[in-house]
């Protein structure tokens, strides 16, 4: 069973536009959220995160937005640039001391000049 | 330190071969995590390393695969008699005990053929 899911594969916006990537999970246990991009050839590089006790949290560009009742994250970047063209991942921790990720399956971004 | 090291970047192996990864994690960082991630999907975690202790292993790991971290420092992942089903980025990951940020290396892509 997914417990993470990110519905849309991918996503293109024009640069200086707001990109919006979406972010749904199940399990009501999750403790924290973050946001991954990974590059081609590249392993995931963190970008930003939340705790469940928040429902918003702004570095820069890049805010994350949680919303409990539904269940629902998203990340938002503005403006984009075409440096953001990656692949974005969605992560949940915490339902245990481990931390270890789950892992949605992935939008691909791209901004284009 | 210039992050979390992964040896070889790529390797291409016959069916029934053992192949084993190295992944050298940020010195100071006491977990260290191996994920799978396939096409088209997110990372999946396979197991994890507080210190020199394997505390998780997921059912994705099977009898053919172990896992060791011998001096809480580097880790090897090795793969028993090797199947096409093994083909995949094998990540590794390291954080700081409580912290949910973890630090991903750039990974290693097993195809085997």
């Known amino acids: 069973d997914q417990q993470v899911k990110q519905n849309s594969p991918s996503l293109s916006v024009q640069e200086g536009r707001i990109s919006i990537l979406n972010c749904d999970y199940t399990n009501s246990m999750f403790d924290y959220f973050l946001w991954y991009k990974k590059y081609p050839a590249e392993g995931p590089t963190f970008l930003i995160s939340?705790?469940?006790?928040?429902d918003k949290n702004e570095d820069g560009r890049f805010t994350v937005f949680l919303n409990k009742s539904a269940k629902h994250l998203s990340l938002h970047i503005v403006p984009s640039q075409p440096g953001d063209s990656a692949v974005y991942f969605c992560a949940a921790a915490g339902m245990d001391s481990s931390y270890k990720l789950i892992f949605g399956s992935g939008t691909r971004l791209l901004v284009r000049p | 330190d210039t992050g979390v090291s992964q040896d070889p970047r790529h390797k291409i192996t016959k069916r029934g071969q053992n192949v084993t990864f190295r992944c050298d994690p940020i010195?100071?960082?006491?977990?260290l995590y191996w994920y799978r991630q396939t096409l088209g999907q997110g990372p999946e975690f396979l197991t994890y390393f507080q210190n020199e202790a394997q505390l998780e292993k997921s059912r994705l790991l099977s009898d053919r695969f172990s896992a060791e971290r011998p001096k809480g420092s580097f880790s090897t992942l090795e793969i028993q008699r090797t199947e096409q089903g093994d083909s995949a980025m094998y990540l590794c990951?390291?954080?700081?005990?409580?912290?949910?940020?973890?630090?991903f290396g750039q990974g290693t892509r097993l195809t085997v053929v």
């Open positions: 010195s100071e960082h006491n977990r």
């Open positions: 990951a390291s954080s700081l005990t409580g912290s949910t940020e973890a630090f």
């Open positions: 939340i705790s469940s006790i928040k």
